[in-house]
């Protein structure tokens, strides 16, 4: 699903790097696919003459303060860490400056008051609630000059790359050549695997308990709280479930998964929406 945080980010690439270019120097290179062995990837940009690649963030204001250390530094999240490693792997590049754009607010606040990034002709603009077109770079320039743009340096780590490069063959050899599907770790890999759920499974004893255990914990913390990590993962163990049984349809499954405990009663559902997304109940 193409969310906001990924449409403002989209929408501010290139101003970010105009801003990371006024305190560097021009940046080439932008989007260029590499690829070393088995392993690929693509950059956001180089800094012209120098071995150094240009990565472009966006973030929240909570977020940074939580997540991100003191600029300057290599103080990024880790996935960011290890996604600068993999591009200096691929590239041979010594030093990556991560520039990061903070919005003061979540930007899904922004498009609830109306404001939202669009594609005009090939070009992004921001259109405000009146329907009047802004361009991110201005935006971006705001922000900057009230302290929201900041940038990290990174430095090729030796080894951690060894041990990336170990875990990268590991899977290759394993899941790619060896053709062994990997144990699904989140519910998008279940997404993935089972884009049209169909027919009844019943649950055994386990699985039983844990969706018992789940219904508990949500009606004690709603969406949110301190269990919300152990729902999320007795979700997946369900789901697991229901997607490495054998469904039986019948006129209640023609169009989903349902879980039905061994007394008949039904424990959940997995299927599509009205917007044709997938949904676990």
Request: aromatic share 10%.
């Amino acid at each position: 699903e193409y969310s906001a945080p990924m449409r403002w980010g989209h929408a501010f690439e290139s101003a970010i790097i105009e801003l990371a270019e006024r305190r560097w120097v021009e940046i080439v290179e932008r989007e260029k696919y590499y690829e070393k062995d088995f392993l690929t990837c693509h950059i956001d940009g180089r800094y012209l003459a120098h071995s150094t690649l240009h990565e472009g963030k966006t973030t929240t204001i909570h977020t940074f303060r939580d997540e991100w250390g003191e600029p300057g530094t290599d103080q990024v999240p880790v996935d960011y860490q290890i996604q600068t490693q993999h591009q200096m792997i691929c590239t041979g590049a010594d030093r990556v400056i991560l520039s990061v754009l903070v919005f003061p607010r979540r930007v899904e606040e922004w498009e609830e008051m109306g404001w939202m990034p669009i594609l005009d002709n090939g070009s992004w603009e921001l259109q405000a609630p009146n329907g009047i077109h802004f361009n991110p770079e201005t935006w971006a320039y705001v922000l900057s000059q009230m302290g929201y743009f900041h940038q990290y340096e990174i430095h090729a780590n030796a080894e951690l790359q060894a041990l990336m490069i170990s875990k990268y063959r590991e899977w290759w050899e394993k899941y790619v050549i060896g053709k062994t599907p990997p144990e699904p770790m989140n519910i998008d890999d279940i997404k993935m695997i089972v884009r049209e759920p169909v027919g009844t499974i019943i649950a055994d004893e386990r699985i039983e308990r844990l969706a018992a255990e789940r219904d508990h914990i949500m009606s004690e913390i709603g969406n949110g709280g301190s269990l919300k990590k152990r729902a999320d993962a007795l979700r997946l163990e369900i789901l697991k479930y229901m997607t490495e049984s054998g469904a039986v349809l019948d006129d209640e499954s023609r169009d989903k998964f349902i879980l039905r405990g061994r007394d008949g009663k039904k424990l959940a559902s997995y299927g599509k929406d009205k917007n044709g997304r997938l949904i676990f109940r």
